[in-house]
C-alpha cells in the first residue's frame, strides 16, 4: 500500500491554483503515481510500469471525464509523457552511486 505523498497537494496548488482540471494537471497526477509506486515496489520493467499506468488510469477516471479524455486514449496519452519516468531507474537507481 502506498503511502499518500506529501508533495502532491503543494504540487497541485502551484500547478492549478483556480480549482479547473486541466490535461496537465492530470497528466502529471497520473505521472506521480505511477512513479511513487514504482519507487516503492522498486519495479520497473515496462510491462509493470504500464500495468500501473492503466490502474492509475482506472482509479483517476472522473479526472479523465473531466478532461474529455476516454479510457481507451488516456494510456496513450502518458504514454506520450513518460519518457523521464522510463528513463529513471536507468540514470538515478544503482546499487552503487552513480
Known amino acids: 500500500m502506498l503511502l499518500p505523498c506529501q508533495c502532491k497537494p503543494l ?3 502551484l500547478v492549478c491554483s483556480n480549482g479547473n482540471t486541466t490535461p496537465a494537471l492530470v497528466w502529471g497526477n497520473t505521472l506521480h503515481e505511477v512513479m511513487q509506486a514504482c519507487l516503492c515496489e522498486n519495479r520497473w520493467e515496462t510491462s509493470r510500469v504500464d500495468d500501473k499506468i492503466k490502474q492509475v488510469i482506472l482509479n483517476g477516471l472522473n479526472e479523465r471525464i473531466n478532461i474529455d479524455v476516454t479510457i481507451e486514449h488516456a494510456p496513450r ?4 509523457r513518460d519518457n523521464g519516468l522510463r528513463a529513471f531507474p536507468e540514470k538515478c537507481i544503482s546499487e552503487w552511486p552513480k
Open 11 to 13: 504540487l497541485s496548488n
Open 77 to 80: 496519452e502518458v504514454t506520450t
